[in-house]
Nanobody, 125 residues
Framework: QVQLVESGGGVVQAGGSLSLSCSAA????????MAWFRQAPGEERIFVAR????????NYSDAVKGRFTVSRNAAENTAFLHMNSLQPDDTAIYYC??????????????????WGQGTQVTVSS
């Protein structure tokens, strides 16, 4: 069983930056594709960013491309989401998620096996 624990988040003004962290335990970290999703009030959970187990492949939603950066540190078993130029539309609960990397890459909520507890990001205008 893989456990994911998130940290970071908070309140920031529009144009500001925040970073989220997600530590993983239970499997070798390189065996886990990591992703970030977000869910705004009354809306479905949607894909934000993904990084492969090796760290070589990254994917971003169009909404965050060029503003957010996903990364991972194998020594710390931790994935990161660095968010710049935040806007009120980025306000949501952000979740990290993982799936075994022997599957093909996925950006779909339903195909991720493990989830963090979620952390609130609020961007004020």
């Amino acid at each position: 069983q893989v456990q994911l624990v998130e940290s970071g988040g908070g309140v920031v003004q529009a144009g500001g930056s925040l970073s989220l962290s997600c530590s993983a335990a239970g499997l070798p970290f390189y065996n886990i594709d990591m992703a970030w999703f977000r869910q705004a009030p009354g809306e479905e959970r949607i894909f934000v960013a993904r990084i492969s187990g090796s760290g070589k492949t990254k994917n971003y939603s169009d909404a965050v491309k060029g503003r957010f950066t996903v990364s991972r540190n194998a020594a710390e078993n931790t994935a990161f989401l660095h968010m710049n130029s935040l806007q009120p539309d980025d306000t949501a609960i952000y979740y990290c998620a993982g799936r075994p990397n022997y599957y093909s890459a996925s950006l779909r909520v339903a195909e991720y096996d493990w989830w963090g507890q979620g952390t609130q990001v609020t961007v004020s205008s």
